[in-house]
């Protein structure tokens, strides 16, 4: 699935937002909100209702941390590379 936007588009968003952080001394943010995520890396899931978090580090580099379930839609809808999986049970 491709993304909805240039990667162009999304670097500027990930530039500003580390500039942000910068500017207020953040070595990094937690992202809850899956419309945050989408804005940030086009994720796009119904996976909203449950638990899953973006890590933003200061240097602009990410880590998803979801369910296994999905992890496909998160390979497929984002620009994520670093993804982290738990099962259910």
Request: charged residues 25%; proline residues 2%.
């Given at each position: 699935?491709?993304?909805h936007f240039?990667?162009?588009?999304?670097?500027?968003?990930r530039?500003r937002?580390?500039?942000?952080?910068?500017e207020e001394?953040l070595?990094a943010?937690l992202?809850?909100a899956?419309e945050?995520?989408y804005?940030l890396?086009?994720y796009?899931?119904f996976?909203?209702c449950?638990?899953?978090?973006l890590?933003v580090?200061?240097?602009?580099?990410?880590?998803?941390?979801?369910?296994?379930?999905?992890?496909r839609?998160?390979r497929?809808t984002s620009?994520?590379e670093?993804?982290?999986?738990w099962?259910?049970?």
């Open positions: 699935m491709a993304l240039e990667p162009e588009e999304f670097a500027a968003r530039d937002l580390t500039l942000k952080m910068e001394k070595d943010l992202l809850f899956q945050s995520m804005w890396t086009g796009d899931t996976g909203f449950f638990f899953q978090c890590v580090k200061a240097d602009g580099s990410m880590v998803l941390m979801t369910r296994s379930a999905d992890l839609q998160a497929h620009n994520i670093n993804i982290v999986v099962t259910d049970r």
